[in-house]
């Protein structure tokens, strides 16, 4: 190699010695940057260790790092949780609260015995695998004052309040085991932007959930029984707050509104079989119903609240109730468990349209089809069991979001009798014979109740009968007068706007811009404008220690490196060649 090939190689290599440094410093400050009291260490808490020893190690912590309780038991113990750390337990460790102040309790002013307190320097935090037994605390877990802290898969027992969050926003409460708490559950107080979703919560003295001032909230999928009160009480405020797809049964009452309502939804729950309790401390009269609004419950014109899609059934009082004093209230579209507009169980302070539940067979399979009061399909509804007998043979059948698939693979070309459950009673759905195979269409069937007399004759699927039993002539229907008839099964179905003491009720399902939804609707916005996902009341985002950002200056580096290098090459290269000239 001659002497000009030489040095042009040795400023290629210092060339790329020269950039690998510059690429090499970047991510070595990046690493350093995001490692520099980052946590992340792992430590067990073993039983040995005293409550003192457990809070030194909590102090000494830093952001993000993970304690584990290895051991069984653990008694006495009462922490304070003021960093983001991660408390869990892989073997289902069993926490004894204790029943007295410690030393830094008193010293932050708390007045309250608990097993876990979030501080507000706790956001990030996470609770989560640990029975915590909290029968002589004030509380199992308090969040106080925090943001974004998991209250997860938990099983919390006794206190006052087996978890109290307040002051507080972006907390999650799930997949939590809440029970025998000597007040409520769960009880939030002054909070917003908070997800309680997928627990179970019963056997509670008062409420299984108490709420007092929130606002963009969301109560989902949460099993709510056995509680001495109410499943679900709101006080004083609540706005933008969705209340869905919960199970509430055997409380005094399921879901009871007694707050100042904007922009509220109860929809899709199922509120069963609660009980009358004439010792209750909201009075007998007041107890055993599926849904009740109390004498501090206010909402009105744009910012109404919404109770839609709801399955109440089974309960001991009213299905639906509204406090004596206050003024008629109209509900939205729910289904009472009853397709006759004399015995919806609905009190006389409530306007309530009349759902029905029909037969619809698609593709020789038999389904159940849920319709508003203008007959129209439900897509979105709560879930709920009913019984259905076909041809003798008896079927429990689980309805989802309005329908339901009894029997698949039905002959169409004979007749079948269908009886459906509605109400404790059997109602007949003559389903005739289509002698077409693979046919999709509604079974257009003439019912009747049981005990009751009166047909129809319908030429295949066509013609219908009114909830009076008068026919409604549909092509080369013969039509019939059907007594006792209460059962529509046409997509023209009429609005029933009568309740239990026969006071007429508005129909709730307009046909145009005004229809109520039966997609998802959303709970509110999150606080940033933007609208929440059901079931969902903002985008949970842990807090996490990351580099701050830099000035990215390696590609200003590599230019002038580059620029040198081009300087040189040719300074060498004119030099060389003068050299040879």
Partial sequence: MD??????????LLFLLLVSSVSATNIYENNMTLLSDSGDNYETITADLSNEDIQSKFDNAKDGDTFEFTDKEYNDISLVVDKKLNIVSKNDSVVYTLGKLTDKAKNLGLDKTFGFYFTSKSAGCVLSGITI?????????????????VVKDNKIVGGKNCILVKNSDKIVVSGNDILKASQDGLQLQDVKNTLVSNNSISYNKWSGIETSNICYCNITNNAIHHNNLNGISTFNKSSHTLIARNKVYENTNGVYINSTSTNDVVKTNSLTNNRKDPRSRMGG????????LGSGFKSSGSTLLKVEYNYLAHNEFYQAKNYWENENFELGQNWYDSNDPSNTFVCPRLLAS?????????????SLQLRDSSGRAVNEFATFQTNVEVDGNRYTVTVNDGQATVVKDLDPTVDHNVKVEIGGQYYNYDYHASGDKGQSTDSKSSTSNDNEKGSQNNNGNEGTSDVNGNSNYQ?????????GSHVTNSLNSGNYGTNSSDIPSQDTSDNGQDALSNGDLN??????????KEGKAFEIVPPVTTSKELTNTSGLIVMCILSIMGLLIYGYRGKFDKDEY
Avoid: H, P, Q, Y
Avoid at 523 to 532: F, K, L, R, V
């Fill in 523 to 532: 709970s509110g916005d999150t606080g940033n404008g933007e609208a929440s």
């Fill in 133 to 149: 037994v909290a029968s002589n605390s004030d509380c199992g877990v308090i969040v106080d004052n925090a943001k974004n802290v």
């Fill in 3 to 12: 002497k000009k090939g030489l040095n042009l190689f040795f400023l290629s």
């Fill in 285 to 292: 009269f007041e107890t055993g119903n599926g849904f009740l």
């Fill in 475 to 483: 092509g080369n229907s013969r039509g019939g007068n059907s007594s």
């Fill in 354 to 366: 009349l759902m029905n539940l029909d037969t619809l067979s698609i593709s020789n399979t038999l």
